[in-house]
């Protein structure tokens, strides 16, 4: 797949507000810190397309991005910065879940996690509610470039296990090296045309 044009079309902080449109939507989300913004920048090819904060939690709001006039690429808040104000952590959980139950077209979510930590009940949760949607998700492990091969395998093999889920589910992935590029956007085109 290849990527021609790729730009920001809004940001909201209500459901009720998402735009209304036909194309198929691909969502990223994990908790923050996970390296979301960098990965989108990564695959899309744009290093300023996403803003990279240097305090995790930068992303406070639900963020929708058009890819190739026909895709909608949609960065979610990320989730569990313990230094975020408590009141302002309560309203995240409840939005992504409004959201993955309001977006019909919501064709694929990407569930990112740091190779070097186990999932919690966030993403256990998360999974279980795509599965009672029926919609599909793929597990991306980010920051695989600071682990060594040995390690991303025992990591990945405890993440799969957490999370009940085979191993050939995982794709490794890297902001800094480029890996897990191509699968992602084979991935996106896969379902671009189930739609």
């Avoid at 920048?41 to 190739?68: A, E, H, Q, R, W």
């Avoid at 740091?114 to 920051?143: G, M, N, S, V, W």
Wanted: net charge positive; aromatic share 8%; glycine share 4%.
């Amino acid at each position: 797949m290849k990527i021609k044009k790729v730009y920001f079309l809004k940001s909201i902080s209500k459901t009720e507000d998402s735009p209304n449109y036909p194309f198929p939507e691909f969502a990223f989300m994990g908790r923050s810190n996970v390296g979301k913004s960098s990965l989108i920048n990564m695959i899309t090819g744009k290093k300023d397309l996403v803003k990279v904060g240097s305090k995790p939690g930068v992303t406070k709001c639900i963020n929708f991005f058009i890819l190739n006039d026909n895709i909608s690429l949609v960065d979610l808040p990320g989730f569990g910065y313990a230094k975020l104000p408590k009141e302002l952590k309560k309203t995240f959980l409840p939005l992504i879940k409004n959201y993955i139950r309001s977006r019909d077209n919501l064709k694929l979510v990407f569930l990112l996690i740091d190779i070097r930590r186990q999932p919690d009940e966030f993403e256990k949760d998360i999974i279980t509610l795509l599965a009672e949607k029926h919609i599909p998700t793929a597990i991306i492990t980010t920051k695989c470039d600071k682990l060594s091969k040995n390690l991303q395998i025992k990591n990945s093999k405890k993440i799969a296990s957490e999370l009940l889920v085979d191993l050939d589910s995982l794709f490794p992935s890297s902001a800094k090296n480029g890996e897990g590029k191509k699968e992602i956007l084979e991935l996106i085109q896969e379902y671009y045309k189930t739609r």
